[in-house]
């Protein structure tokens, strides 16, 4: 079946830390994408990242579609991380996304 | 600010009763997606649009919802006869229909249903 599925689930980091966070994802699922949603709810696009690696500012990421997973890398990490990272794919040629579970990243002062 | 806008942010109903969400798109978008978010879960399609056709609907969304985007440009969607069940934060994103589909979401409407 479709499947994406995210870990770890919960991940507290003193700020300055550097993160990596995993995605993996099953055959039927492509154009991978990562979001970031804030405390107020509001998703934010950080990636399209249907293979190879991208870079912006302290956040890079990287996927290897044929081995079906994709990394999201914070460095020197801030308060204003904190939020669920999510990563997400479609299934279909509607492009409609399947989202995994998600991170839940806390960032400590 | 995404570019994507939804009206209203919260929503507080008592069950029975009618709702109506709107979504206006970044302008150039031709696909439109609602999804909707329970806590501590990812978010779930419910509908998508190409430009005004629905062309997609999930089995999540019951006969009591419908949703609508007539010229093309902003959408709907209604909940008849609301359900505490229906509590959740219903969420708008939109993208070009070439190229890559990198979605763009709304800040999302939250409903309480009390």
């Known amino acids: 079946g479709i499947q994406v599925e995210q870990s770890p689930p919960d991940l507290i980091l003193q700020e300055g830390a550097n993160s990596t966070l995993r995605c993996n994802f099953s055959d039927s699922v492509n154009n991978l994408q990562w979001f970031h949603q804030n405390p107020w709810g509001q998703l934010i696009n950080l990636f399209y990242?249907?293979?190879g690696t991208k870079q912006n500012g302290r956040l890079s990421a990287t996927t290897v579609a044929t081995e079906r997973y994709s990394l999201l890398y914070i460095s020197s990490s801030q308060t204003t991380d904190s939020g669920v990272y999510f990563c997400a794919g479609t299934s279909s040629n509607t492009g409609k996304l399947i989202f995994g579970q998600g991170t839940t990243l806390q960032v400590k002062p | 600010d995404t570019g994507v806008s939804q009206n209203p942010r919260h929503k507080i109903t008592k069950r029975g009763q009618n709702v109506t969400f709107r979504c206006d798109p970044i302008?150039?978008?031709?696909?439109l997606y609602w999804y909707r978010q329970t806590l501590g879960q990812g978010p779930e399609f419910l509908t998508y649009f190409q430009n005004e056709a629905q062309l997609e609907k999930s089995r999540l969304l019951s006969d009591r919802f419908s949703a609508e985007r007539p010229k093309g440009s902003f959408s709907t969607l209604e909940i008849q006869r609301t359900e505490q069940g229906d509590s959740a934060m219903y969420l708008c994103?939109?993208?070009?229909?070439?190229?890559?589909?990198?979605?763009?979401f709304g800040p999302g409407t939250r409903l309480t249903v009390t």
């Open positions: 994103a939109s993208s070009r229909d070439r190229g890559s589909n990198k979605q763009y």
């Open positions: 990242i249907p293979s």
């Open positions: 302008s150039e978008h031709n696909r």
